[in-house]
Every structure is written in structure tokens, then in C-alpha cells.
């Protein structure tokens, strides 16, 4: 069973505006998290809080490429770590990411529930951003239920 995640959307605004909202900690509170501890680098270990949900998770950046590529692992805390890959395609007038998640264990009982979680959780996140950065829309996020 191939347990990564793909999730794929197209925004339209350049690779630039769609890489800042990700690693700015200014912007990322207008479509995701809460707040980012600081800017997102290559080596960093990055608190990412909801305040909603009274809830706060670390990231280690594994990988940036400016515009093009952000690779991060989560899920260390809780014995379930991640690593997540975000590609940024541009072309004339639109940005195409591709979020791939992988390293979710094949043999965890709650695999399949796990993943739909994580597919829901990519899709909804990628809409928020695609609404804040076309339409400045940045009252989205936060409102997913499970």
C-alpha cells in the first residue's frame, strides 16, 4: 500500500507570492495556522500554533529552494512523524502546488482514516490560501470540524 498523500491545486498568482505565504510568519495566520514562530529556513525548528483549538505543533525545515520547494517533518512529538514536500509549479499566470505527505506507517490499524484526514486537512489548507491570496479572503481557516 503506498501511503503518501497528494494533494494538487492551482492558484493564480505567481510562485513567489504562493512561497511567501507558506514560509512569512505575517502571512501564514491569514489561511492556516495561527501563528509560525519565525521565517521559515532551511535547518529551523518552527512552532506553528492554533489558537483555535489551543493546540501548537513543530516543524523542522528540511529543505527550501526559494519559489520552488519546501520540504518540512512534523509529527515527532507524537511518535508520528511526517515528512512533507511542497512543489511550486509556475507557469504565465498561476502557481500549480503539489503537496506530497509521506511516512505514514502501513501497518497502523487507523492507516486509511489517517490518510483521508490528512488528504481533507491538504485540501481544505490549499483552498484557504487559494481564497487569501486571489481574493484576499483570510477568514477561512481554523474551521474545519472533526
Known sequence: MNTQVTTKIKINKPANLVFEAFVSP???????????????????????RYDEYNAEGVINVLEIEDNK?????WGEEH???TVVSIILIEDD??????????????????IVAKMIG????WVYTLTCLKGYLENEVNNLRASLIH
Open 79 to 81: 511518535g508520528e512523524e
Open 26 to 48: 505575517s502571512k501564514i495566520g491569514n489561511y492556516w495556522f495561527s501563528s509560525s514562530s519565525e521565517r521559515w529556513e532551511k535547518g529551523k525548528r518552527i512552532t506553528l
Open 69 to 73: 520547494r519546501i520540504v518540512f517533518s
Open 93 to 110: 499566470t498561476s502557481t500549480i502546488i503539489e503537496v506530497n505527505e509521506s511516512g505514514l506507517k502501513e501497518e497502523d490499524p487507523e
Open 118 to 121: 490528512q488528504k481533507e486537512g
